[in-house]
């Protein structure tokens, strides 16, 4: 269900920032949403309004979607972040490649530079 509800809300995401970026800014935008691209089906009037009310519902879609995932996922027990779970126990063998040394290592110190005499 929680899969489902998942891949629902991605198409209605994408569907959403298509419907955004097709609308006409003020300051010229995109323009991709003027009555020139739409030809003489509807006029500049009746593209905004149709672009404003699938904006609407889609927003409405996506909040709804969003709010039933999180109810979805607020009881199952489940970790909530990959932070809240403890690092793994035993993490590499020892003697791996990428395991670390059991006693600690002083770090070694640069060679102090050498001073030309004349």
Known sequence: ?????????????AALIGV???QRSEGGGLG???????????????????????????ATLFMALALALGLLNQGTGRQRSLFDSPPAAGGA????????PATPVAPVAP?????PTN
């Open 93 to 100: 063998a020892p003697g791996a490649p990428g395991a670390l």
């Open 32 to 58: 991709i949403g003027s009555s020139q691209g739409m030809g003489n089906l509807m006029s500049g009037r009746g593209t905004a309004n149709l672009l404003t009310r699938a904006t609407a519902v889609l």
């Open 111 to 115: 060679p102090a530079p050498a001073v």
């Open 1 to 13: 269900m929680t899969t489902v509800l998942l891949v629902l809300h991605f198409f209605v995401a």
């Open 20 to 22: 955004v970026l097709l």
